[in-house]
């Protein structure tokens, strides 16, 4: 019949397009055989403008593409990048920076002193509206210049000569050179920024003093980084192009990686977390992390307000091995210190019940319950707080039960879109006990302990103590480093013994890393600067 | 025709504008703002924020600011994507989601189209109810299980096909989106065919052309395709829309920086100007669109054209 043969001329030709759209499968490594790197990002960066960039992602593209004055090793160490030496006063008070003398622009042109300056300016300039610009809280006159009542220029860091960078504090900051590591503090090219104005950082703009230059930001997809032939480590780096993929979607992720689209993952998806590390053992990387996963009591109302054995109950009645080994279960560290363990210098106290059994918990637990007046026939009731996800709905119901099983205490469920949450936890007019985290911006245990004090923004249960406050204070005006621990220590042990949050884990980094690609190591930071790997010459 | 055009066109005007002021009010209704986030930031920063984007100021003042920057054609900076604006972000995904979503309905309404044909000849034949049970399949199973069994098989075991749109420069990237596009409107489009071609093929002139020796072929290109194509086309107007603006679903799984991912990210992040410049650039679409199904009514119906 006509039409069937019509339909099947239709239908062969339909299959012949496929065939030939197959094979136009373009390859991966282009001809030239330069070496190409493929990772992943789980969020897109707002930003890739140094200063007003803010997500963990767009930091990590931005150590590619540009670099402060010191950085870390692939190990996670502390070390020198762009100042090859400093000089630290015996007051602490000022940093004498002496720079690189080969550093250079990706357009050849020296990089020096005053670029830095010109990048720290902008950073605490309110026309900037940055989001890191108290990272420089402890520079001379920056909280004043934030504020908008002095200009820029009577900023604390000076330009001694084109390759002396001098930096003036108002408090010894033992993490400063930590602080300095950050992308928000790296510098800019003024001549950039003249011709260019705010768009200087858009790809084929952005004068880059990283080991790689910006090429290509495909908003969504991907971003595109070429060898920058000027960095003055160049002889260093190995790999040709870093292409940053964004995937949002931890399974499309894992598919990639299998498909060999991708040498790095950023996650690995809960789901078949069992199979992945059976398959994948010597691939897959799990590493403590500075992160914590806390539940917080909203300090400002009833039933937690002044109730610190109601709080004591409920954070000792959960068996938090149990929530790592079977809830999350990739390789968590259950939290029984606010401060993650491995913080440079730093070993967190325990909450007092750390040594018991969880038993011994459970019945200390409902005695404090009881004490603080409930019982089967009037159980606490109140809400938990936790933002839309199935591993936070997983964990919350959890710990309901455990509640429920040990205390007799009815907690109700309630979840909401992420930031809703947030707006919620600022306000505190109607959260209860709430679920959150917190990330370290530095691997120094003041960036966990800072946000306690009763004037930070982010202090989500409201946490007020004078004796806290007045730990924290003398702790920044330590010189000695060993003397400050101590005082940052104790606060802690005072933070704890509050209860004002429960600590529940703390976060790993995991990832997948190709068999194919060298010198990618652990670290609590899970920085993994691209100059640092290399791919073998045998794909 | 040219002056019912021009009327639709003005006419318009007034719903666009309406859009944008809903729109306007129910983004601004959403708790939190395009900066909220874990590590809440110190008051002083915070203004500085707001005066650097306005939302310091009251809510009419804004709206009045955005509205008059619509006019000049400027839709703001995105408030996610700090470094560009939203024309550039809208100008730079429509084509990935156009492309994507042609040919999609290419392939949808050539495919579907025959088979709904072939079902609706054969019908309650074997053949039919196979053709209908693949249709309900297609309509059946969700794209973001059949997305992803596709990966599975075809990029991952098989390795014929990139897993991404990033994986591969060439063509070959195009294959599965556009099939998973495309399956569930293969769907609905054959058995739409299937039934209205059942529907005219017991009409009044089709047995008169059946009696005047008229083979079946003929007779369904000349005098049996147009009428039944009515209801198809009626289903497509709005499809299309749907479909060319980026299914978010499989944007997502497959990575393509299309429109869909691209709104679905600004409501996440409360990135205003974003979610505004996409709103109103899908309801002009939806409109153009609308009056093209009506200027094809008429161009297929001749009844509808002497109105």
């Known amino acids: 019949m006509k039409l069937i043969r019509l339909l099947l001329v239709i239908v062969v030709s339909l299959a012949a397009i496929s065939l030939l759209v197959v094979s136009c499968n373009g390859s991966q490594q282009p001809p030239d055989g330069r070496s190409i790197l493929n990772r992943a990002l789980s969020t897109e960066p707002e930003s890739l403008d140094p200063q007003k960039s803010r997500s963990v992602q767009a930091a990590d593209v931005l150590r590619d593409i540009g670099e402060g004055l010191v950085a870390y090793s692939a190990s996670g160490e502390l070390i020198a990048a762009g100042a090859v030496s400093w000089d630290v006063a015996d007051d602490g008070l000022t940093y004498t920076f002496h720079l690189r003398p080969e550093l250079r622009w990706s357009n050849g042109d020296p990089v020096i002193a005053q670029d830095f300056v010109f990048g720290l300016r902008r950073l605490?300039?309110?026309?900037?509206?940055?989001?890191?610009?108290?990272?420089?809280?402890?520079?001379?006159n920056a909280?004043?210049?934030?504020?908008?009542?002095?200009?820029?220029?009577?900023?604390?860091?000076?330009?001694?000569?084109?390759?002396?960078?001098?930096?003036?504090?108002?408090?010894?900051?033992?993490?400063?050179?930590?602080?300095?590591?950050?992308?928000?503090?790296?510098?800019?090219?003024?001549?950039?920024?003249?011709?260019?104005?705010?768009?200087?950082?858009?790809?084929?703009?952005?004068?880059?003093?990283?080991a790689y230059v910006l090429v290509e930001w495909s908003p969504g997809s991907i971003i595109e980084l070429h060898r920058n032939p000027h960095y003055w480590n160049n002889e260093n780096t190995a790999i040709d192009v870093v292409r940053h993929h964004i995937v949002t979607q931890e399974m499309a992720e894992l598919n990639r990686y299998r498909a060999g689209e991708l040498h790095t993952t950023s996650s690995v998806p809960p789901d078949n977390f069992a199979q992945i590390k059976a398959e994948y053992a010597d691939q897959l990387h799990i590493a403590p992390t500075l992160g914590v996963y806390y539940y917080g009591f909203n300090l400002t109302r009833p039933p937690f307000k002044d109730n610190p054995a109601l709080r004591q109950a409920l954070s000792m009645a959960i068996d938090r091995e149990v929530l790592v080994e079977k809830i999350t279960g990739r390789g968590e560290a259950p939290a029984y210190s606010w401060v993650p363990p491995g913080t440079n210098n730093y070993e967190p106290p325990q909450l007092s019940f750390a040594d018991l059994s969880q038993d011994e918990r459970n019945a200390l637990a409902r005695s404090l319950y009881k004490e603080a007046g409930y019982s089967d026939e009037k159980p606490l009731r109140f809400e938990l707080r936790y933002n839309t996800s199935d591993t936070q709905r997983r964990i919350a119901l959890a710990v309901q039960s455990m509640w429920r099983e040990i205390l007799g205490a009815e907690a109700r469920l309630v979840n909401v879109e992420f930031q809703v949450l947030l707006d919620q936890m600022r306000e505190r007019e109607i959260t209860e006990v709430f679920r959150s985290s917190w990330f370290g911006d530095y691997n120094d245990a003041n960036t966990f302990l800072a946000i306690m004090q009763s004037d930070s923004a982010a202090n989500m249960p409201a946490y007020t103590n004078d004796h806290y406050d007045t730990l924290m204070a003398t702790a920044s005006d330590q010189l000695d480093l060993d003397r400050r621990r101590l005082y940052l220590e104790e606060a802690e042990r005072d933070f704890l013994a509050d209860h004002a949050v429960i600590p529940l884990y703390f976060y790993v980094s995991k990832s997948l890393v190709s068999p194919e690609v060298s010198g990618w190591e652990d670290n609590i930071l899970n920085y993994h600067y691209s100059q640092h790997l290399s791919l073998d010459a045998t794909e | 025709?040219?002056?019912?055009?021009?009327?639709?066109?003005?006419?318009?005007?007034?719903?666009?504008?309406?859009?944008?002021?809903?729109?306007?009010?129910?983004?601004?209704?959403?708790?939190?703002?395009?900066?909220?986030?874990?590590?809440?930031?110190?008051?002083?920063?915070?203004?500085?924020?707001?005066?650097?984007?306005?939302?310091?100021?009251?809510?009419?003042?804004?709206?009045?600011?955005?509205?008059?920057?619509?006019?000049?054609?400027?839709?703001?900076?995105?408030?996610?994507?700090?470094?560009?604006?939203?024309?550039?972000?809208?100008?730079?995904?429509?084509?990935?989601?156009?492309?994507?979503?042609?040919?999609?309905?290419?392939?949808?309404?050539?495919?579907?189209?025959?088979?709904?044909?072939?079902?609706?000849?054969?019908?309650?034949?074997?053949?039919?109810?196979?053709?209908?049970?693949?249709?309900?399949?297609?309509?059946?199973?969700p794209v973001f299980v059949i997305a992803p069994v596709l990966v599975l098989f075809f990029a991952v075991k098989l390795q014929w096909l990139p897993a991404s749109w990033t994986g591969s420069q060439g063509s070959s990237r195009l294959l599965l989106p556009v099939v998973s596009l495309a399956l569930p409107q293969i769907a609905y489009v054959a058995r739409l065919t299937r039934a209205s071609l059942i529907d005219v093929l017991s009409s009044d002139f089709i047995r008169t052309a059946r009696a005047q020796g008229l083979g079946t072929a003929t007779i369904i290109r000349y005098h049996a395709l147009k009428p039944a194509m009515l209801p198809v086309l009626s289903y497509m107007g709005p499809a299309v829309a749907a479909v060319l603006t980026g299914s978010v679903v499989v944007e997502e799984i497959f990575g393509i920086p299309g429109l869909g991912q691209l709104f679905v990210r600004g409501s996440l992040n409360r990135d205003y100007t974003l979610v505004l410049g996409v709103v109103v650039f899908y309801a002009s679409l939806i409109v153009a669109l609308n009056l093209i199904v009506d200027l094809l009514y008429g161009a297929i119906d001749p009844r509808i054209r002497r109105r």
């Open chain 1, 124 to 140: 605490v300039d309110p026309a900037t509206a940055a989001f890191y610009a108290a990272e420089l809280g402890s520079v001379v």
């Open chain 1, 143 to 210: 909280a004043a210049i934030v504020a908008g009542d002095m200009s820029t220029t009577e900023l604390g860091v000076e330009a001694v000569d084109d390759h002396t960078l001098l930096v003036s504090l108002v408090r010894p900051t033992p993490y400063l050179l930590s602080l300095l590591t950050h992308p928000s503090t790296f510098p800019v090219h003024g001549g950039s920024f003249e011709q260019h104005g705010d768009a200087f950082a858009r790809a084929g703009n952005l004068l880059s003093n990283g």
């Open chain 2, 1 to 141: 025709m040219l002056r019912y055009t021009l009327r639709r066109l003005l006419g318009a005007i007034p719903t666009l504008l309406l859009v944008i002021v809903l729109a306007f009010l129910l983004v601004h209704a959403a708790p939190g703002g395009p900066f909220d986030d874990q590590r809440v930031l110190p008051a002083e920063i915070e203004a500085n924020i707001a005066a650097a984007y306005h939302l310091d100021e009251p809510l009419h003042q804004q709206f009045l600011r955005y509205l008059g920057g619509v006019v000049r054609g400027d839709f703001g900076p995105s408030y996610s994507y700090r470094d560009y604006t939203v024309s550039e972000l809208i100008g730079r995904s429509f084509p990935i989601s156009l492309q994507l979503g042609v040919l999609a309905i290419l392939l949808a309404t050539t495919i579907g189209v025959m088979t709904g044909i072939v079902a609706a000849l054969r019908q309650n034949s074997p053949l039919d109810k196979v053709v209908m049970g693949f249709a309900m399949t297609g309509i059946s199973i």
